[in-house]
């Protein structure tokens, strides 16, 4: 019987839905939408369509969780019981998450920590918090439950289809996405993160229907074989199109062990701009 009390925190970037973050009591940070006369933090008071509904009038810029926040966060883990603490955050390569969380990390003693970069964004990310919850609930030690998220790292992947690059560029964000020139000849890039945890170009299609059809069809490759696994769809302001994406996945959905759909955060909207559509998914073995 395992004596230490295991704790999950997870950011609000991460998109893990609220449904899994009740199933498997999963914390979470939220990151900060800022706007010119007001803060709000992302999910808590400010939905993903609030701010799409606001972004032709103003594009907001984000902000991460203040070190007071994620202090208050951890004394609320020590507080419930927890003994430990294994934290999957956003790509380092993003935003400065994992840092600000390491921080305040070395402050406390009370209570063991692990804050772990998962080089990735979304529910690429967020799949490891969801993973990392239930194996904490089979009981196994803290130490070898941060290795097994560490090692599923690479098995963890999500792509975009994005209708435009106009957000990417202006909010500074376009890693290795080159291609300014390609917006003007309808050109939609798919990206992902890479290994780094950095923005880049998976394939490039023409127009849109092509570039979804596409998106589909990398996903389909990575899983057609594999027996276990999480999926997602997932869109920013695109409900109809993710319908359409469902509709063509769903022998996949039913074969998966977890499927988690929903907006993305808008930590993550602001930077993509209205159009996203995201598949995603992460390979558990046998």
Not at 168 to 174: A, E, Q
Not at 184 to 194: E, F, R, S, V, Y
Not at 219 to 231: A, G, P, R, S
């Amino acid at each position: 019987m395992n004596e230490n009390k295991i704790a999950v925190l997870t950011d609000s970037g991460s998109d893990v839905p609220q449904n899994m973050l009740d199933k498997f009591n999963i914390y979470q940070l939220s990151l900060g939408i800022n706007y010119k006369d007001k803060s709000y933090r992302d999910r808590i008071d400010i939905t993903p369509e609030e701010v799409y509904e606001r972004l032709t009038e103003e594009v907001p810029s984000t902000s991460l969780p203040t070190l007071g926040e994620i202090r208050e966060m951890l004394e609320k883990i020590v507080a419930d019981g927890y003994t430990h603490v294994i934290i999957p955050v956003i790509s380092s390569g993003l935003s400065g998450t994992y840092n600000a969380i390491r921080q305040v990390c070395s402050e406390f003693h009370n209570i063991k920590t692990a804050v772990i970069d998962t080089k990735n964004i979304a529910l690429g990310s967020g799949f490891l918090a969801v993973y990392a919850a239930q194996l904490a609930e089979k009981n196994l030690r803290f130490e070898e439950i941060v290795k097994k998220v560490e090692d599923k790292i690479k098995d963890s992947h999500i792509y975009y289809s994005i209708q435009t690059l106009q957000y990417l560029i202006k909010g500074g964000r376009l890693g290795r996405v080159e291609g300014i020139i390609g917006s003007m000849l309808q050109i939609k890039p798919i990206i992902a993160c890479d290994n780094d945890g950095i923005y880049y170009t998976v394939a490039k299609v023409r127009g849109r229907k092509q570039s979804i059809n596409k998106l589909i069809e990398i996903v389909q490759d990575i899983i057609k074989d594999k027996k276990n696994y999480y999926l997602t769809i997932c869109h920013g302001y695109a409900k109809e199109e993710a319908d359409m994406v469902k509709e063509k996945m769903k022998p996949f959905i039913d074969n998966a062990a977890l499927f988690m759909e929903g907006q993305i955060s808008p930590s993550l909207g602001v930077h993509t701009g209205p159009g996203l559509i995201g598949i995603g998914c992460f390979d558990l073995g046998d």
